[in-house]
């Protein structure tokens, strides 16, 4: 028996493994540790085998010692609706192997040695519903292994494996209406990929989680998320992570700065509390940090990264970003710089704050990050100046701090900061007269501050800033100046108008009167008479239609509109007896309190005008006060007439005023009276001797 068989197995060889009839219960066919030393299958493995192929649904092929499966080997099991290679020693399987068998539900891979998953395997798998590669050395998926026709996969096991990054394949599966899981746990992933170009195109809700525990995921970004959908926000990379479904527990996380955007994300939300137990993720690292979850427990501030000279931070210097405090951190006090380091790390969180405490710095420097220095400490330095246009880089919001360094003055660019943000305390600052805005500065401030700075006057006297007072300094203060100024343009105008005074005196009252409403000097003499009745008595040629029209419109019409209203008397207005023409007229004459009489060519053939201007000059009576009497010359022909008799010296004392002047208005204004004074008075004058003009003067 022992002898034939031997031979058997020799000739046979793999061809017929097993002898004792094939392990077959009507659908199965478990040849499981059953095929003797064999590493080929391929479809003659099974011919020995006396049985339909169309009646077996499972083929359990695990625990032999298959290292390849010849091309068509399975091609006679249609019906075939279950695989299991597990535990053998495939290397490769070549995408057309499982090609005919339409009908399979469930592939087991499992424990082999395969190292890729090419596209193809699985095509018009449509019945699939789960798919095992555990335990393999897969480094390798084609990224269309998955594709529509996955619709039943429900899992998908790809644990304990090399991947080493997470291609968005997964996604490929096309959306149902009921949870998939495809397992990545137990490899080798570091990172997020998207060599495939998937673009994140889903529809809640998502059914399909990925599981990526225990892998080498030691941080994790929000432009990881972004590879998917270039257009997301900062901000809505979380969402999207969610909707990802991806369990990235169990990783080895290294915790600092790179995490703190998820951190505050889920923090600052209603997340906080939500399924808290399902999202810990530890950290690895640092050590202190072990297995505490910096999603939710971490403190902010120990998210926080050191970085090295590597990364650009100045040698012998401690450099930390600080997400935060929305700031990077550089700390190079105590070592003896005598210079500004020359570069500082750049880093996502720009704003910098800057110890350079200690050291042996002489002045401030110009760096390319001076504008990005949010707080710059400076104390115990040897900084003798402030460089004006250094100061001007900076930002107006920092914090300076120059404590304990050897300035002397301080420049007015200070002024861009608050005096709250610059320490300026244990430096030899000298009194000098110009500080006095310093004072201003200081007392901005918010009680509370520090307001105590003071300086040095003459190396002896020490003064608080803010009690200087140019007499405490003796100096002459810069509002004494203006105050000479001032007082120099003033003098400078008083001579100027003492000189117009005396040029155009009268003018100059003109003015005054115009402006101050002030008679310089008193008034004329007729004013203190009273009982008159016409404050102005108009004298015109009325037969001058110039002169009609422009005593009309416009000297009545001017003087109409001067508050209190004059009593004007207007003789041509009048309806007066003409019998007693003349007395009245004289009468109206000599109660009124100017007479403006319109020199026009022509009046002196008016012989009614005439007589008034007798009358007004007193040629019937007394002479007439001074003052009385205004003559307007109405145009430069009248010129003519004051060259002549009577009128010649008529004018001569008398101020001739001229509609073309420009003050005319201004100087009628200042001739006429001012208050009306309504008291009764006695006039000089009651008889006038008229009998001379009579006779010529009332038949016209
Ligand atoms: C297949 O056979 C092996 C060993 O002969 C046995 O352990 C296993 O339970 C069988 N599997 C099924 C599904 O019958
Ligand atoms: C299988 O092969 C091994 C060595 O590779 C041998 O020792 C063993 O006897 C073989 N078994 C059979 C049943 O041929
Ligand atoms: C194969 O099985 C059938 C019945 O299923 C039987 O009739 C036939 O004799 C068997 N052939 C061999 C070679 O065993
Ligand atoms: C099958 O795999 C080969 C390489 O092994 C590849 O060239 C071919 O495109 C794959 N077939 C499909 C359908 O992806
Ligand atoms: C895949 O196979 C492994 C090992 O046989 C097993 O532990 C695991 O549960 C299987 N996965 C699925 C999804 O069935
Ligand atoms: C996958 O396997 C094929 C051979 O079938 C090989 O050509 C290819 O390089 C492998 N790919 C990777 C990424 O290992
Ligand atoms: C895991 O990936 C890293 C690179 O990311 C590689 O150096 C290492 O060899 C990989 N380990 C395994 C077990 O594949
Ligand atoms: C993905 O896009 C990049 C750049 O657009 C391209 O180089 C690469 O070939 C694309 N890969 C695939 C798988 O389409
Ligand atoms: C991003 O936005 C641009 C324009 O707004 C649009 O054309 C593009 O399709 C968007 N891409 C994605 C991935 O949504
Ligand atoms: C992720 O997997 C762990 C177990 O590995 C589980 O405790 C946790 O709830 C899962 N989280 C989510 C969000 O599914
Ligand atoms: C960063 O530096 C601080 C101070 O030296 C130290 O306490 C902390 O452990 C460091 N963190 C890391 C991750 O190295
Ligand atoms: C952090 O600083 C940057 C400027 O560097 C600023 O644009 C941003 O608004 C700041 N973020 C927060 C949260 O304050």
């Not at 190292?115 to 449509?126: C, E, H, P, S, Y």
């Not at 990881?224 to 270039?230: E, F, N, T």
């Not at 935060?324 to 020359?342: A, E, I, Q, R």
């Not at 003018?507 to 203190?528: M, N, Q, S």
């Amino acid at each position: 028996m022992f002898v034939i068989f031997l031979p058997m197995t020799l000739i046979v060889g793999q061809v017929v493994p097993f002898t004792n009839g094939c392990p077959f219960d009507g659908t199965t066919l478990n040849l499981s540790s059953w095929l003797i030393n064999t590493s080929v299958i391929s479809e003659s493995v099974f011919t020995s085998c006396n049985l339909s192929y169309g009646s077996v649904t499972t083929l359990i092929l695990s625990y032999n010692t298959i290292e390849t499966i010849a091309f068509e080997a399975f091609k006679e099991f249609y019906n075939l609706e279950s695989l299991d290679l597990s535990h053998n020693l495939l290397e490769l399987v070549d995408n057309n192997t499982f090609r005919t068998l339409r009908k399979l539900k469930t592939l087991d891979l499992s424990y082999n040695s395969l190292t890729n998953i090419t596209g193809g395997t699985l095509d018009n798998k449509v019945y699939l519903v789960s798919f095992n590669v555990s335990h393999n050395k897969i480094n390798h998926v084609d990224s269309d292994v998955f594709s529509v026709d996955h619709i039943n996969i429900r899992e998908a096991d790809f644990d304990w494996n090399e991947i080493s990054t997470f291609e968005p394949w997964p996604y490929r599966l096309p959306a149902i209406d009921e949870e998939r899981h495809v397992s990545i746990r137990h490899n080798n992933i570091s990172r997020f990929t998207n060599a495939m170009n998937w673009t994140y195109n889903f529809e809640l809700p998502l059914r399909i989680n990925v599981y990526l525990e225990y892998n080498q995921l030691k941080t994790f970004v929000a432009p990881d998320i972004r590879l998917y959908d270039q257009n997301l926000t900062y901000s809505a990379c979380l969402t999207t992570f969610l909707t990802l479904a991806l369990n990235v527990s169990y990783n080895p996380y290294v915790c600092d700065s790179r995490l703190y955007f998820w951190a505050f994300l889920v923090r600052s939300t209603f997340l906080k509390w939500n399924r808290v137990e399902s999202y810990r993720y530890r950290c690895n690292l640092p050590k202190e940090l072990e297995g505490e979850d910096w999603l939710h427990d971490v403190p902010y501030s120990s998210l926080v990264t050191n970085l090295t000279e590597a990364d650009g931070c100045p040698s012998r210097c401690f450099c930390q970003i600080r997400p935060y405090l929305n700031h990077t951190f550089v700390d190079c006090s105590g070592l003896g710089l005598v210079k500004f380091p020359s570069v500082l790390p750049i880093t996502e969180y720009p704003r910098l704050v800057l110890n350079l405490s200690n050291n042996s710095i002489q002045q401030l420097e110009e760096t390319n990050y001076s504008n990005s220095i949010v707080q710059l400490y400076l104390a115990n330095n040897k900084i003798q100046a402030l460089n004006e246009s250094i100061l001007t880089l900076f930002d107006n919001n920092i914090y300076l701090d120059l404590q304990n360094n050897q300035i002397t003055t301080i420049p007015k660019t200070i002024l861009r900061f608050e005096y709250k943000n610059v320490s300026l305390g244990g430096n030899p600052l000298k009194c000098y007269c110009e500080m006095t805005w310093m004072i201003d500065w200081i007392k901005k401030v918010v009680v509370g501050a520090n307001r105590e700075l003071s300086c040095t006057e003459d190396d002896t006297n020490v003064h608080k800033i803010i009690e200087i007072t140019p007499s405490v300094l003796k100096c002459t203060p810069a509002d004494w100046i203006i105050i000479g100024v001032v007082l120099g343009v003033v003098l400078l105008i008083i001579v100027i108008v003492g000189l117009f005074f005396k040029k155009c005196p009268y003018e100059t009252k003109v003015i005054l009167f115009k402006i101050f409403k002030i008679h310089p000097g008193d008034k004329y003499k007729v004013d203190e008479q009273v009982g008159n009745i016409h404050d102005i008595y108009i004298v015109f040629d009325e037969k001058t239609i110039d002169v009609l029209h422009w005593v009309r419109d416009t000297l009545l019409a001017k003087l109409r509109r001067i508050k209190p209203q004059y009593q004007i008397f207007n003789p041509h207005q009048r309806v007066l007896a003409g019998e007693c023409l003349l007395e009245e007229l004289a009468e109206n004459l000599e109660k009124s309190r100017r007479v403006i009489i319109i020199l026009s060519e022509e009046i002196v053939k008016n012989e009614k005008r005439e007589f008034e201007c007798d009358i007004a000059e007193g040629e019937y009576c007394e002479r007439a006060l001074e003052g009385k009497v205004i003559y307007i010359k109405f145009n430069s022909k009248a010129g003519k007439l004051l060259l002549e008799e009577p009128w010649k010296t008529r004018v001569s004392t008398k101020k001739v005023l001229s509609p073309d002047d420009r003050l005319f208005w201004s100087k009628l204004r200042y001739e006429l009276p001012r208050i009306r004074n309504g008291s009764s008075r006695v006039h000089s004058c009651r008889e006038i001797r008229i009998e001379t003009t009579t006779t010529t003067g009332t038949r016209m």
